[in-house]
């Protein structure tokens, strides 16, 4: 649970950085080319049409187009380039707008690219907590995580059912919750063994640590199909994961009750 709390809170922070970073936002150093894409707003496009307004005056950061592509989904026409960063480029932001020739000016792409003098500026200035002091991409290392917490979860979910069915192989169940109700002196015991396994009203159970060690005893007092009850005093050692024993009997006391 702990690794898949981790992942989910890194998967949170990668969407917070990005929601913070803004839409169409490239951040980028000296000497590096970014690969982009985006549709065609107009049927029939040639190279020619293809507009690129926001290229910085010294040619250091400039907007490349390659070429024109359908898309894998749609087959709608997209557009393919490269954002090229030279190896002295002015710091700071520039802002890019790609349009084409007879195209509604609603459809102008916007971009904004941000120059970092370094990798080490470009992560201290990262909106996201896992790239600055992590440097890692947090979307990618939240992939990793997320189903490294699903596999243990599930090899967890298998050694459970494993104790579990050696424990009743040998008449014992095991403990998965207690409850104290406020000022009560009592506090609820629940294991997972009833009905089904042959539990009834006033049997007698005792408690054990996974060590062995003797914790506490007490009667059933509640019996469904698939577990049970004990009502234990609220100092009781007993806690979750640890073994039941059911004597095969009521107890004693129990049994003069229902004589009674």
Known sequence: MVVFLAGFAILVDGLAAEMRRGPNRLDVTANSETALSGPIPVKKAELEDFYVQGDAPDGQVKLILDDFFASYWFGSGMWRGRLVVGDNPGLGEYPFTIEFKDAPARSAQQYRVVVWPNMTALREGSQSWVMRHLDWNPFGLAAIVIPCALVLGLFNFLLGRHWAHSLAAHGYGEVFKTIRAKDSPIMEVSFGMGEQQGIHLGQ????????????????????????????LDKDTKVTSGHVVYPVREACPAAKSEESA
Do not use: I, L
Request: negative net charge; glycine residues 10%; hydrophobic residues 40%.
């Open 204 to 231: 007698y159970c005792y408690f054990y640590a996974p060590d062995g060690v003797y914790a506490d005893e007490g009667a059933v007092v509640m019996v469904e199909k698939g577990h049970s009850a004990v009502n």
